[in-house]
């Protein structure tokens, strides 16, 4: 009889042993630490957007808690009231807000915390975080998506139109005398590529001509150059010289020396002929009225 109490009690020791296990290994691959002091904080979202328990809160990417609770704000509004809890050693700043973000097209949702880690001062557990969603990826592709199907289908419609009017208007008649245009057009080509290597011969003898007129004018002007530089250069050593003479003759005018200098710095040549000239001016109002003076007349 004690035999089977003992047995009964190691059984019943061994199934609570195994149940607490499972519980902790459940609560363990959700995200909680059961061994751990958590504080927990709260946000307010008007759509979770596929935000469940137990998904991550994450700080620059880095996983810091999870989400530990879900439900209506009992404000009348509607909005979702998230509860989510963190390791009671990181500290958030008071300046923190949350936001609900893509994971992933298959990663689900993800609570993500901004301007959370810092030096304080820290919200205490139990506080309020402000918090926004982002779209989710299903609903941002129907709105990128769907203007982008209605002009596909329009295109579609368009075209079918198109073809339609193309079905009745083409007509063996017009078939044939297309299929007739183009292969004019074809010979036409045809005889232009046979007739292109004679055009570019006579273009490269063309060239080849201008190459050589090219040449011989650059050597008849070397050859002008070269005979026209001795007469230049000694005309321009003539004009040297004069140019230095004449600069000399003009400093010497300057200075007075020389017959031209003298007569442009001393003014009594100028005085002396002025007196000269007012003296013969006299004499020949003199004559004009007294010409007996000077000249004497006789009949016989």
């Known amino acids: ?26 609560q363990y ?22 935000l469940y328990v137990s998904n991550r809160v994450v700080i620059n990417g880095l996983a810091v808690g999870y989400v530990s609770d879900l439900r209506f704000a009992n404000d009348g509004t509607g909005r979702i009231l998230a509860e989510f809890r963190c390791p009671s050693h ?49 609903e941002a ?13 329009t295109m579609v419609r368009s075209l079918k139109v198109v073809m339609k009017v193309a079905e009745h208007t083409v007509t063996e008649q017009r078939a044939d005398a297309t299929y007739q245009e183009l292969y004019a057009l074809l010979r036409s080509l045809r005889l232009t590529a046979a007739s292109l290597p004679a055009t570019v011969a006579n273009v ?16 008849l002007l070397t050859t002008t150059i070269n005979d026209l530089q001795p007469p230049l250069r000694s005309a321009l050593l003539r004009t040297d010289s004069l140019l230095v003479a004449a600069s000399q003759m003009l400093q010497d005018v300057q200075k007075g020396q020389g017959t031209i200098g003298k007569m442009a710095q001393d003014d009594s040549l100028y005085y002396e002929l002025r007196s000269s000239v007012r003296g013969l001016d006299s004499l ?5 009225k007294h010409p007996t003076r000077y000249f004497k007349f006789s009949i016989f």
Request: net charge neutral; hydrophobic share 35%; no cysteine.
């Open 90 to 138: 990181i500290r958030l700043q008071r300046t923190a807000h949350s936001e609900i973000v893509n994971a992933g097209l298959i990663g689900g949702s993800v609570v993500r915390l901004y301007d959370a880690w810092g030096d304080g001062p820290y919200l205490s557990s139990g506080d309020t975080i402000p918090g926004s969603s982002e779209m989710p990826y299903t």
């Open 284 to 288: 020949l109002s003199d004559v004009q």
């Open 29 to 50: 691959l959700k995200g909680r630490d059961l061994f751990n002091k958590s504080s927990y904080y709260y946000s307010y979202f008007n759509n979770i957007g596929g």
């Open 141 to 153: 592709l129907s709105t990128k998506l769907s203007p982008l199907i209605s002009n596909i289908d």
């Open 1 to 26: 009889m004690q035999t089977r109490t003992k047995q009964t009690w190691l059984i019943g020791l061994f199934t609570l042993i195994v149940l607490l296990g499972g519980v902790a290994g459940y």
């Open 204 to 219: 490269n003898t063309a060239v080849n001509k201008l190459t050589t007129t090219a040449d011989t004018m650059q050597y």
